[in-house]
Each structure stands twice: as structure tokens, then as C-alpha cells.
């Protein structure tokens, strides 16, 4: 973890980076930014923790919490909602076994995000795998993507 830490730091000065491009640095050699990681790269550049995350719980791309190894991206917006994107997520928080209130599998394995509008309204419902797009889903063929990926 040092040696992330050192690699962060050294980035930031070296390419006078800001607060933004030091999370996305954190987040992509982490998965998500730790409190612990913000704790000490806040120490080490004296700027308040709670700027780091003010701008961290600002954008979506950030994440707080640790993401599972596969990421599932569930449309929630209209056009998927009117064609059954409820009936998808439940099937899948059912299958995957997701505690209440969580978004990730106690494995670690899975992670199920619920997004606005994905952007794909025409082929609803949408959901994304691993950043692959699957439009038109139905809870069989859903299944059938989280079977091959168990």
C-alpha cells in the first residue's frame, strides 16, 4: 500500500495534478478510494479530507465502498423502467444473494449499480456487464449472462 501511496503522490507533483486526477489515481490503483489512503494523502499535502470528499461524493465516478469483480449496471430510467428494469434488478439482487442496503455480493464477486438513464432508450431495457451493453434484456437472459460469469 505504501508503495500506491508514494506512485499517487509522485504523479500528483509530477504532472501538477488536482484534486480530481489525484481520486482518479487513488481509484484506479485501489478499485475505490479508501478512507485510510485519503487520511494519509490529505496529511501529506495539507489539504482537508473533506475536500477530497466533497468532490468525491460529487461525481459518480468516484466509489466509497469496494466494487466486486463484476460490475452490473441496471437502467432505471423510463422508457427501461416501463419495460421491466424493476422486475431485472430484483431477479438479480434475489440471484446474487445482495444483503438490503448494499450494492455489492458478500464474496465480493458482484456488484449491482442502478444508474438514471444509461442513454440506450430505444433498445430497453438496458442493462450493462462489465461494461458490455445488453439491450432488449429479459430475467432469462440475464440469468443466463450471471451463470456464465459465476
Same mark, same amino acid.
Request: proline residues 3%.
Given at each position: 500500500? @505504501?508503495? *500506491? ?11 501538477? /495534478?488536482?484534486?480530481? $486526477? ?5 481509484? $484506479? *490503483?485501489? /478499485?475505490? &478510494? ?5 487520511? %494519509? ?9 473533506? #475536500?477530497?470528499?466533497?468532490?468525491? +461524493? ?6 466509497? #465502498?469496494? %466494487? =466486486?469483480?463484476?460490475?452490473? +449496471?441496471?437502467?432505471?430510467? !423510463?422508457?427501461?423502467?416501463?419495460? =421491466?428494469? @424493476?422486475?431485472?434488478? $430484483? /431477479? ?5 444473494? &445482495?444483503?438490503?442496503?448494499?450494492? +455489492?455480493?458478500?464474496? /465480493? #464477486?458482484? +456488484? ?10 430505444? &433498445? ?13 434484456? !429479459?430475467?432469462?437472459?440475464?440469468? *443466463?449472462? &450471471?451463470? #456464465?460469469?459465476?
Amino acid at each position: 500500500m @505504501e508503495d *500506491r501511496i508514494a506512485a499517487i503522490l509522485e504523479n500528483f507533483h509530477n504532472n501538477e /495534478g488536482n484534486v480530481i $486526477s489525484l481520486l482518479q489515481d487513488v481509484e $484506479s *490503483r485501489f /478499485g475505490y &478510494i479508501p478512507e485510510d489512503v485519503i487520511e %494519509r494523502i490529505s496529511s501529506e499535502l495539507d489539504i482537508p479530507m473533506a #475536500k477530497f470528499y466533497g468532490v468525491a +461524493t460529487f461525481y459518480a465516478q468516484f466509489h466509497l #465502498k469496494p %466494487r =466486486g469483480e463484476n460490475i452490473i +449496471t441496471a437502467c432505471c430510467g !423510463t422508457a427501461c423502467h416501463v419495460k =421491466g428494469s @424493476e422486475r431485472l434488478i $430484483s /431477479g438479480l439482487e434475489k440471484e446474487l444473494q &445482495i444483503p438490503a442496503g448494499e450494492d +455489492t455480493t458478500e464474496d /465480493g #464477486k458482484f +456488484t449491482l449499480e442502478k444508474v438514471n438513464c444509461v442513454g440506450a432508450c430505444s &433498445i430497453a431495457p438496458v442493462v450493462i456487464i462489465n461494461n458490455e451493453v445488453y439491450g432488449k434484456m !429479459t430475467t432469462d437472459k440475464l440469468m *443466463r449472462e &450471471i451463470k #456464465k460469469l459465476k
